[in-house]
């Protein structure tokens, strides 16, 4: 039996060793060993797909056009183009405000200063920035500004010293970060429970922010430190319900912050409408649950690489807060909108990162057959050159005789 299984394992080494020559004789060159490398580094597993909770299958709910699912834009960093991040509370955008600034391959890298929270990010020769974030210019349009808010202020912070005749045609590129609903709310609670607040949020709409009567106080005092959940949730103001669906909505279709301005019903129905569609037509976004394709997809999508991978964190606050499933219920009933738009969101986010990569491996296939009938091309010139080296030879011998 054992010499039966080394004979086995002799042969299989001979052929081996046999298919290798034949290779090597066939196609010598570097060009070849490059094509091996990069079949053996295609045969790997797919490095994105078990970073997160994906499924390994994913079946797409919702149909999108080509050109909703292709996002690719041609941004101009050592231009006028701006890339303007819409920072939602508690949804990991701090994580990713620190990766636009500090993680980036740039010919001109943001300059970040110890102990300062925000970093210097200019334009390769110009003392002017390219990116509008809580790290790089601040809140300069208020505290946790939404879309309503950054979509009119943006464009007259950034040329508020200009004259209206000198101020340059800008690409404002907008992108953001969503989180699951119910992880979210509770990581929003969990913030305010320590003593954290926005009050310094301005919430404009329309030109001016909302009254008392409008937009009520949950709490007395100077903060709402040490709220129960039951608190939080019980507050009918709470701005953390559906925050995700208001903040990326253009409040201005609804009358703002004023509910008298139409039956509540329609008013969810034309905010979450208003979010989807804003999201859509968004430059980028990404999803905190899927760390490295939200890497993958802004890099596809700017031309711009990152030095260091993402991580994805599962043990975060909202992971370590345990409830039962009436109150994982009502998380969700108080935030139906933003579960909505989530799913959405998550579906539109998968299939342009399934798009987005078929599209990346056509490409690599494409050069790989371009580099095959290369290969195929030298090598028929070369056994032509031998064939009429040969040719020559023979004639010359007949001569001399």
Known sequence: MDDKSNKLLLALVMLFLFAVIVLQYVCPGTE???????????????????????????????????????????????????????????????????????????????????????????????????????????????????????????????????????????????????RDPVSRYLSEWRHVQRGATWKASLHVCDGRSPTIEELPSCYTGDDWSGCSLKEFMDCPYNLANNRQVRMLSDLTLVGCYNLSVMPEEQRNKVLLDSAKENL?????????????????????????????????????????????????????????????????AKDLFLQRYQYTRQKDHQEARRKRQEQRKILKTRHAHKHDQTDNATTDYVEDVEKWR
Not at 153 to 173: A, Q
Not at 285 to 312: A, C, D, H, V, W
Not at 325 to 344: H, P
């Open 32 to 178: 070849c060993q490059l094509l091996r490398l990069q079949a053996f580094a295609s045969s790997h597993a797919d490095p994105y797909r078990t970073e997160d909770e994906s499924p390994p299958r994913f079946v797409a709910r919702l149909n999108f056009t080509d050109a909703e699912l292709l996002r690719k834009v041609d941004f101009n960093i050592k231009g006028d183009d701006l890339i303007v991040f819409l920072h939602i509370q508690k949804t990991g955008g701090t994580t990713f405000g620190r990766h636009l600034v500090r993680n980036i391959q740039l010919e001109q890298p943001c300059e970040c200063k110890a102990g300062q929270k925000k970093c210097t990010c200019h334009r390769p020769g110009k003392r002017e920035t390219w990116l509008f974030s809580r790290f790089s210019t601040g809140w300069s349009c208020g505290l946790h500004a939404d879309w309503t808010e950054l979509t009119n202020c943006v464009p007259s912070i950034v040329d508020s010293k200009k004259e209206v005749k000198l101020r340059p045609t800008r690409n404002f590129y907008y992108i953001t970060i969503l």
């Open 280 to 344: 859509k037509c968004m430059a980028f976004f990404g999803l905190t649950e899927f760390q490295r394709k939200t890497q993958y997809l802004f890099e596809k999508t700017f031309n711009m690489n990152f030095i260091s991978p993402f991580t994805q964190y599962n043990n975060t606050r909202a992971s370590s807060v345990e409830i039962d499933q009436q109150t994982q219920k009502r998380i969700e009933a108080l935030n139906f909108l933003d579960m909505e738009l989530y799913e959405y």
